[in-house]
Each structure stands twice: as structure tokens, then as C-alpha cells.
């Protein structure tokens, strides 16, 4: 049988969704994925490390991890 690799780039932006969306956004999400496993579909799912790079545009634009760069102000 043959495996693939799914990388998933999450668009949430969980910072401007209320409680109860950011919820529900996430029960989907599981459901997804145990709906995937039912089907033995799905082997394993693991978060990206924290280390590395990404590297984006025409420009090969390098940017320290793979994180979506924050635009908020501190």
C-alpha cells in the first residue's frame, strides 16, 4: 500500500474567533481525522518542530521556522 504525506497549513486565526468558534473549528478538525483513522486512512500525525525554516516567493524569502509570522504589536 502506498503512504503519502499530508502537511496541513492551518488558516485559522484562532486569536479573532470567540471561545465557542475556536471549539467548534477544533471539533471539525478531530472529526476529520477520526473519520480518516475509521477508514485506515491515517498512520500518525505529529506537529512540525519548532527548529527550521520556510522558505517562500520568487525571491527564496527565508524565514526562521515553520510559523506564520505574527503581525502583533507587544
Known amino acids: 500500500m502506498k503512504e503519502f ?3 496541513i497549513r492551518e488558516n485559522a486565526d484562532y486569536g479573532q474567533m470567540s471561545v465557542d468558534d475556536m471549539q467548534a473549528d477544533i471539533q471539525k478538525h478531530m472529526e476529520w481525522v477520526e473519520e480518516l483513522i475509521a477508514k485506515g486512512h491515517f498512520k500518525r500525525g505529529n506537529p512540525l518542530e519548532g527548529a527550521g525554516a520556510t522558505i517562500s516567493g ?13 503581525k502583533g504589536v507587544y
Open 58 to 70: 520568487n525571491e527564496r524569502l527565508v524565514k526562521d521556522g515553520p510559523f506564520i509570522e505574527s
Open 5 to 7: 504525506l499530508m502537511l
